[in-house]
């Protein structure tokens, strides 16, 4: 029984110092956690701008190609790249140029683009994302793994970035608006 007790207790012990090893990990450059950094706006994006009291430049837009949002009034305005507050604030001093003395703007996005998944899954293509996606969620989405899967390891190729980095395919690897998921051939 006494044997049993200090087994568990080096399990918890394990447990413990594994977890610390993941925090620690998570904090240093090129950990093998994933965080996705703030969201920034991209082509394909949908964007409802609100220009309160100014129903003419209120309205749903969606991010061209060219990576700007082409609004009423102002014209074209840069969005690719910036965060939705960068965004808000980039129309408001459009807006100052001569059009509205104080204006106050409201940004939010309604659709985001698109992930990606190829591999070794049922159904790979192009699907809708949503808040709060994980690998995990993406393959479900794809119909499922195949039966040659390696569920232990994921390739991801953020949309903004050339390279793509592997990953532990925990329940928790987070999955952002763009990404390629790429799920591998397991080894015998």
């Given at each position: 029984m006494q044997r049993i007790l200090s087994l568990l207790g080096l399990v918890a012990a394990l447990?413990?110092?594994?977890?610390?090893?993941?925090?620690?990990?998570?904090?240093?450059?090129?950990?093998?956690?994933?965080?996705?950094?703030?969201?920034?706006?991209?082509?394909?994006?949908?964007i409802r701008v609100i220009t309160f009291g100014e129903e003419a430049l209120t309205g749903e837009f969606v991010v061209g190609g060219s990576g700007n949002v082409s609004m009423p009034l102002i014209g074209d305005v840069a969005a690719e790249g910036l965060t939705v507050p960068e965004f808000q604030t980039a129309v408001?001093?459009?807006?100052?140029?001569?059009?509205?003395?104080?204006?106050?703007?409201?940004?939010?996005?309604?659709?985001?683009?698109?992930?990606?998944?190829?591999?070794?899954?049922?159904?790979?293509?192009?699907y809708p994302y949503t808040n709060g996606l994980s690998v995990?969620?993406?393959?479900?989405?794809?119909?499922g793994f195949t039966y040659r899967a390696n569920s232990r390891r994921v390739y991801i190729k953020r949309a903004d970035s050339s390279l793509?980095?592997?990953?532990?395919?925990?329940p928790l690897t987070p999955v952002a608006p763009g990404d390629t998921i790429r799920i591998t051939e397991r080894f015998f």
């Open positions: 447990i413990a110092t594994s977890a610390v090893a993941s925090a620690v990990q998570a904090q240093e450059p090129g950990a093998a956690i994933r965080a996705i950094p703030d969201y920034r706006l991209g082509s394909g994006d949908k408001e001093e459009s807006l100052k140029q001569g059009y509205l003395r104080e204006p106050r703007v409201s940004v939010e996005v309604l659709n985001y683009r698109p992930f990606y998944i190829m591999g070794e899954v049922q159904n790979p293509g192009e995990l969620n993406a393959v479900a989405t794809a119909g793509e980095r592997e990953y532990p395919l925990t």
